[in-house]
């Protein structure tokens, strides 16, 4: 699946990923490759992109998460380090 993670000010990550795991407001869940379309909308955690082997985290303040047709964006209110 395709992935974008952006925030207003910059794009932090783009490219494909096997896998994603994200911290929603009721708890965290995992999309893979071929993923059902879901809306949601994210609490303060990690965002982790698995590509294979590599893993790729980042700690967002929030946000929401939109899959439509394999690609999967991911609006963070922020990134922090």
């Known amino acids: 699946m395709f992935v974008e993670l952006i925030t207003p000010d910059k794009k932090?990550?783009?490219g494909e990923a096997t896998g994603v795991k994200v911290p929603g407001?009721?708890?965290?869940f995992e999309m893979l490759d071929r993923h059902a379309n879901i809306i949601s909308s994210l609490a303060k955690g990690d965002v982790r992109i698995a590509n294979g082997?590599?893993?790729t985290t980042f700690t967002v303040?929030?946000?929401t998460i939109e899959m439509l047709d394999n690609k999967l964006v991911i609006l963070a209110e922020s990134v922090v380090s």
Do not use: A, S
């Open 61 to 63: 303040d929030g946000g």
């Open 12 to 14: 932090y990550f783009e």
């Open 25 to 28: 407001i009721n708890g965290e």
């Open 53 to 55: 082997k590599d893993l």
